[in-house]
Each structure stands twice: as structure tokens, then as C-alpha cells.
């Protein structure tokens, strides 16, 4: 009877220490597979590209609770220490013209300030100009959060395609990338996926959707491998805008 109540107290006990957050619950089977150091954080995961100093996608999941949330932006932009290689640094952007542009915005992470944090890692950034990352990519992030109130929860990837890049900037010759992608999946029989060159653009947003498959020609990344064969096929070799726009 000792031990019973030694256990439930215990658990008690555990359960008063924990921050009053969300907890994580990110697909693994839905992770996609490439080089690069996989960095898990709390509520995105990465594989960060050490030649190009930044993440070659950044996957997660949107639901109600991230878009909905309190949280507020931290704006507390630094170089992430899990990466073991090191990241990219404030000084390489510093004076260099280009934004630190989210590739998991931070407007997606609100639930606590953990995730709203984390979204500020330098490895979450990629160089962007202004008219780009506050233009039809900030607009791109928003018809995302449009989706993920329709359907409740989305299953996003997200980087840059490193062909055609435009330079670099900083001691640590951070890549400047031609194009950019976003991959967008229901989690059961939908998924969209564009392709925006980096530059201003007053197109429709339907105006840059392409195949998975063609995104997985330019990266060179495996996107959702765990999802059956048959599925996985015919989700990422068509283009079908229906229900999306």
C-alpha cells in the first residue's frame, strides 16, 4: 500500500513541475530524409546544411493550438547551439541588406513561448530581401495558417532550394538561394506543394504550384517516406488544387 501511494505521489508530484505547455506530437514517419544534421527542437525539426549554413528543410506540425495561441514574439534571434557543426550568426546578417527570413514562422509557433523561442534559432532563418519575406512569402505563410484553420491540423515542410542561388553573405558565407518551397499535407489524402522564386511577386499564390515530386528533383530530399508507397505516389506526383484554392 507504501509503494501505491509513494508511486501516485510521484506522478503528482512530476506532473506539478511541468510548465502548463502542448506537448510536441510530431509525425516521425512523416519527417523527410536527406544529408544534413537532424536537429529536433521542441516543436519543429531540421536538417541543417552546414555548406550552405541552414536548414535544407524545416518540418512541422499546424494545428489549431500553434495559430491560436497567446504568445507573443519573442525576437530573440541567435545561433542555435545544437548545431554541432555551429550555425550561422547574427553577424552575418548584420549589415548585409537581407532579412532573417523564418522558414517555420514564428507566427505558427504561439502556443508558449518555448515553441514562439525556438522559431528564432538562426538555423530556422535563411537570407531574405525585404520585398520577398515581407511580400508574397509572408503571404504564402499566411494562406498556410488560412489552411490550418480549415483543416484543423497540417503537416508542413518548408526551405530552400540551393540551385540558382543569388551569393552569400557573411564570414560564414551564408547561402543566398534562388527559390524557395513549402509542402503542405493533410495527413490523409491531400497535399500541395509551390515553389516561389526569391524575388517580389504580386501573383496568386496558384500561380506557384508544382509537384512534390519536382520539389524532390531540385532538393534532392525524400519528403513524407513513410507514407505508403501507393499513397505517397499519387500525392506527390500530381497537381491538384481542389479544396486548396
Known amino acids: 500500500m507504501k509503494k501505491i501511494l509513494l508511486i501516485v505521489l510521484v506522478i503528482v508530484t512530476m506532473s506539478c513541475g511541468k510548465d ?18 537532424i536537429v529536433r527542437q521542441a516543436y519543429y525539426t531540421l536538417a541543417y546544411s552546414e555548406e550552405n549554413e541552414q536548414a535544407s528543410w524545416v518540418y512541422y506540425q499546424l494545428n489549431l ?3 491560436n495561441g497567446a504568445q507573443s514574439r519573442t525576437d530573440d534571434f541567435r545561433a542555435d547551439p545544437s548545431v ?3 550555425s550561422a550568426s ?10 532573417r527570413g523564418h522558414l517555420c514562422p514564428a507566427a505558427d ?6 515553441a514562439m523561442s525556438e522559431s528564432f534559432f538562426l538555423s530556422n532563418m535563411s537570407p531574405q530581401t525585404a520585398g520577398f519575406n515581407r511580400g508574397i512569402w509572408s503571404v504564402a505563410e499566411s494562406q498556410v495558417r488560412e489552411w490550418g484553420l480549415e483543416y484543423g491540423k497540417l503537416y ?3 526551405g530552400p532550394i540551393f540551385k540558382n542561388k543569388i551569393g552569400t553573405i557573411g564570414a560564414n558565407e551564408v547561402t543566398i538561394p534562388g527559390y524557395y518551397y513549402k509542402i503542405v499535407f493533410d495527413g490523409k489524402d491531400k497535399m500541395i506543394g509551390l515553389i516561389l522564386p526569391h524575388a517580389s511577386s504580386s501573383e496568386n499564390l496558384d500561380q506557384f504550384v508544382v509537384t512534390v515530386d519536382f520539389i524532390e ?12 508507397d501507393h499513397l505517397e505516389n499519387n500525392l506527390e506526383g500530381e497537381i491538384s488544387i481542389s479544396g486548396w484554392f
Open 109 to 114: 509557433m504561439t502556443q508558449n513561448k518555448t
Open 20 to 37: 502548463n505547455t502542448i506537448e510536441p506530437t510530431l509525425e516521425i514517419n512523416f519527417e523527410p530524409v536527406s544529408s544534413g544534421q
Open 90 to 99: 547574427l553577424n552575418d546578417y548584420n549589415g548585409s541588406g537581407y532579412d
Open 84 to 86: 554541432s557543426t555551429g
Open 217 to 228: 528533383q531540385q532538393t534532392g530530399i525524400d519528403f513524407f517516406k513513410g507514407l505508403d
Open 156 to 158: 508542413v515542410v518548408t
Open 65 to 67: 493550438e500553434n495559430i
